[in-house]
Nanobody, 118 residues
Framework: QVQLVESGGGLVQPGGSLRLSCTAS????????MGWFRQAPGKEREFVAR????????FYAASVKGRFTISRDNAKNTMYLRMDGLKPEDTAVYYC???????????WGQGTQVTVSS
């Protein structure tokens, strides 16, 4: 069983930055692919970014590419999402997820709210 806990959300002005963290409990964190998703009010959950188990490969949604950076520190059982150049349309609850198979997400966090507004 893996538990994921997100942190780092909050209110930020357009153009600002935030860094989200996702800390996993349990062993074998380095075996898991990790990803970030978001869900805005009235919309379906959507993919944001993912990182392979080793951290060597990253993938992004077109809407965030060039503005967001996903990374992980396997020694700390933690994944990050650095978000720069935030826009109002980035407002959503952000969730982290993990899985042993890439793009097959088994475990989910409870989410952290990100609000971009002036």
């Amino acid at each position: 069983q893996v538990q994921l806990v997100e942190s780092g959300g909050g209110l930020v002005q357009p153009g600002g930055s935030l860094r989200l963290s996702c800390t996993a409990s349990g062993r074998s964190f380095s075996n898991y692919h990790m990803g970030w998703f978001r869900q805005a009010p009235g919309k379906e959950r959507e993919f944001v970014a993912r990182v392979t188990s080793t951290g060597m490969h990253t993938f992004y949604a077109a809407s965030v590419k060039g503005r967001f950076t996903i990374s992980r520190d396997n020694a700390k059982n933690t994944m990050y999402l650095r978000m720069d150049g935030l826009k109002p349309e980035d407002t959503a609850v952000y969730y982290c997820a993990s899985g042993l198979i890439a793009t097959t997400w088994t475990y989910w966090g409870q989410g952290t709210q990100v609000t971009v507004s002036s």
